[in-house]
């Protein structure tokens, strides 16, 4: 499927989707409880059925709000990750604390992405965790994973610490991780101690290295999933480089590390504004400015920061793209193609790269969305800079995080028309 955008400010309210962080891990954590929870407002997307069908065949039950616990009764299936690395990264280490072999697949890129950290980390346990063919995916596991040492580097990706810090509490022994090298999306972290909190588990983190209590017991949640900040960001630069846009669900003290979005969108010169009384962000048209943005951290915001980088007064320089290139697409390669088809100067050097602003962005163009939900809806933002209709290929991508998300542009005037 592909979409034509024909030129237009965006301008009105957004009701901001739900965290799809925030929604894994309270699933997540309510499925391992003993009782029953009461999550509202989990996203509804590609990623969160995976992991709600994942937790399904260990005996989760879902039923509107309500979320049954685990019994712990694997029904054998195969577990398909559809394209979601937190499903594959959090379940296998979940999986393993029961001793039937369990088998992993996924779609898309998922079956490359790496799962080198687990297999560094496993082959010091007794456990099997065993690739079928070359690549990472069909992946046989087997546990019981009992607790223990846990050595494993934190600049790849945060996923496998959650994963093992969901796991851990339940082992039959107390666990210690330790990261051999520094923490990249710190932020994740933090949104899976803090869930973990929620459900009265309790891990010791300091010093690069978690101490994690077994048999520990996770406790039935009561809370709603607030909105997704990753998401929100997109509406962001529409109202920067459109017209007022006004959002809510978003928590102005959120734990979300894409929170970081509202205070670098301010020092490219945004005017965004929390009003406490109406409990909304409002952002309004301004002239940005170049700067230099380490997205080492916040990974999921470097696609739309590189549009309004592009639509911003001279040059933006981004530092730590490595882990842009192993999600979804290698959205550095992706962004480049995106903005250089837009008449964009943009050079990049091994994980850094530098954007040079303009005032329109070239029209009458393709974009490729790289199969991407991330790289479509940065494209999407970028069409009201255009001088011309752009269209914009694989937009079923957005299936995966954010399925209305043209129902919203439509909404604050997008003009746009799908098709074949």
């Not at 040492?149 to 990706?157: A, M, N």
Request: charged fraction near 20%; glycine fraction near 8%; proline fraction near 4%.
């Amino acid at each position: 499927m592909k979409i034509t955008i024909t030129p237009h400010s965006l301008k009105g309210h957004v009701s901001v989707i739900s965290s799809k962080s925030l929604s894994h891990r309270y699933v997540i954590a309510a499925g391992l409880s003993k009782g029953v929870s009461h999550v509202e407002n989990v996203l509804d997307s590609d990623d969160l059925k995976a992991t709600k069908d994942a937790l399904f065949h260990l005996g989760v039950r879902f039923q509107d709000q309500e979320i049954h616990g685990s019994s712990w009764q694997y029904d054998g299936a195969i577990i398909d990750c559809l394209e979601s690395g937190s499903t594959l990264r959090m379940m296998i280490p979940i999986f393993m604390m029961q001793d039937q072999p369990v088998q992993f697949t996924g779609r898309g890129r998922l079956p490359m992405r790496p799962l080198d950290v687990y297999e560094e980390t496993f082959q010091h346990h007794r456990v099997t965790l065993k690739r079928l063919n070359e690549h990472a995916l069909p992946l046989l596991v087997q546990g019981p994973l009992s607790g223990g040492r846990f050595e494993l580097r934190g600049d790849v990706s945060s996923q496998f610490i959650s994963g093992l810090l969901f796991a851990l509490p339940l082992a039959k022994k107390d666990s210690v991780i330790t990261l051999t090298t520094p923490l990249a999306s710190k932020g994740y972290v933090d949104l899976t101690l803090d869930v973990l909190h929620q459900a009265n588990i309790n891990i010791a983190y300091k010093n690069d290295h978690f101490e994690i209590k077994g048999r520990q017991s996770y406790q039935p949640l009561n809370t709603r999933v607030e909105g997704d900040f990753s998401q929100a960001a997109f509406w962001m630069v529409a109202g920067l480089i459109g017209d007022t846009i006004t959002l809510n669900e978003l928590h102005p003290f959120s734990k979300q590390g894409d929170r970081q979005i509202v205070d670098l969108l301010e020092q490219m010169g945004g005017k965004i504004v929390y009003e406490k009384r109406t409990s909304t962000y409002v952002v309004t048209p301004s002239k940005t400015k170049g700067i230099a943005i380490d997205l080492n951290d916040i990974p999921d915001l470097g696609p739309i920061l590189m549009v309004l980088a592009a639509a911003s007064e001279g040059v933006t320089h981004f530092k730590g793209c490595n882990r842009l290139k192993v999600k979804e697409s290698d959205r550095l390669q992706a962004m480049y193609h995106v903005l250089t088809t837009l008449g964009v100067s943009m050079t990049i050097e091994d994980d850094e790269a530098w954007i040079e602003g303009q005032p329109l962005f070239k029209g009458h163009v393709t974009l490729d969305g790289a199969q991407d939900h991330r790289i479509v809806m940065a494209c999407a933002i970028a069409a009201i800079k255009a001088d011309g209709p752009v269209t914009i290929t694989s937009i079923e991508a957005l299936t995966k995080s954010y399925p209305t998300f043209f129902d919203v542009y439509q909404s604050l005037g997008g003009l746009c028309h799908e098709s074949q």
